[in-house]
C-alpha cells in the first residue's frame, strides 16, 4: 500500500542554524511529491513541489527539497532557520485522484 | 489572490445530528477534496470529486458522509449522523489539476461533537 513516513515527530533547532526534514514514500512509482507547512490553527500552505527533472527543487521562504529514486526519499532543507519557520510540516504524495500526507514534524525554534 | 473559502469556521453540535459543512473552490479548479485533520494527528484523505461524481474516497468516508456541488460553487460535506469520534478539523481543497497539481486548502471547519 502506498504510504508516507517522517521518521522525526518533533525537531527543536536554533534560530540561524540548518535544517533537514526527512520524508520516505512507499509507491511502485515515482509519484509527485509535496511539503506543506501549517502554522497553528491554520490550513495548509505549499512550500514546494516535485514532478519530474531537476532532483533539487526550490521553495518558498526559502525552502529547498532533494528527490532521491534509489532511497524513495524528498527531504526538505532550509540553510537558515527563522523563528517564524516554527510549524508543523507535512509531506504528501500525489497518487491518482488523491494526495496522501505524512504524519507531520513538529518543528521549534529557539532564538 | 484568489482562495478557497469554508463555512462555518467552528460548529458545535450534539451526537446524532446533522452536519453540513461548506466550502467555495476557486473558480476556474475541477478537482475537490475534503480532509480530516483530529487534534494533533495527520490529515487525512476522506473524498475526491470530479466531473460532479467521487473519483475517490478513502474508508473513512462510509455511508454516513456524503459530498455534493449543487450549484456549481459550493462544495459541501455531509455528516448524517455525527458521532463524537467525527470531532476534527475539517479541511476543503481544490486543484486546477488532479494529483499533479498543487492543493489549495481551505482554513478549515472546526467541528465538535459532544
Known amino acids: 500500500a502506498q504510504s508516507v513516513t517522517q521518521p522525526d515527530i518533533h525537531i527543536t533547532v536554533s534560530e540561524g542554524a540548518s535544517l533537514e526534514l526527512r520524508c520516505n514514500y512507499s509507491y511502485g512509482a515515482t509519484p509527485y511529491l509535496f511539503w506543506y507547512v501549517q502554522s497553528p490553527g491554520q490550513g495548509l500552505q505549499l512550500l514546494l513541489k516535485y514532478f519530474s527533472g531537476d532532483t533539487l527543487v526550490q521553495g518558498i521562504k526559502g525552502f529547498e527539497a532533494e528527490f532521491k529514486r534509489s532511497q524513495s526519499s524528498f527531504n526538505l532543507r532550509k540553510p537558515s532557520v527563522h523563528w517564524s519557520d516554527a510549524a508543523e510540516y507535512f509531506c504528501a504524495v500525489g497518487i491518482y485522484d488523491k494526495v496522501i500526507f505524512g504524519p507531520g514534524t513538529s518543528l521549534s525554534v529557539i532564538p | 489572490e484568489p482562495e478557497v473559502t469554508q463555512t462555518p469556521s467552528h460548529q458545535v453540535t450534539q451526537m446524532g445530528q446533522e452536519v453540513i459543512l461548506r466550502c467555495v473552490p476557486i473558480s476556474n479548479h475541477l478537482y475537490f477534496y475534503w480532509y480530516r485533520q483530529i487534534l494533533g494527528q495527520k490529515v487525512e484523505f476522506l473524498v475526491s470529486f470530479y466531473n460532479n461524481e467521487i473519483s475517490e474516497k478513502s474508508e473513512i468516508f462510509d455511508d454516513q458522509f456524503s459530498v455534493e456541488r449543487p450549484d456549481g460553487s459550493n462544495f459541501t460535506l455531509k455528516i448524517r449522523s455525527t458521532k463524537l469520534e467525527d470531532s476534527a478539523m475539517y479541511f476543503c481543497?481544490?486543484?486546477?489539476?488532479?494529483?499533479?497539481?498543487?492543493?489549495?486548502f481551505g482554513e478549515g471547519s472546526r467541528l465538535t461533537v459532544l
Open positions: 481543497a481544490s486543484s486546477a489539476l488532479a494529483s499533479a497539481g498543487e492543493l489549495f
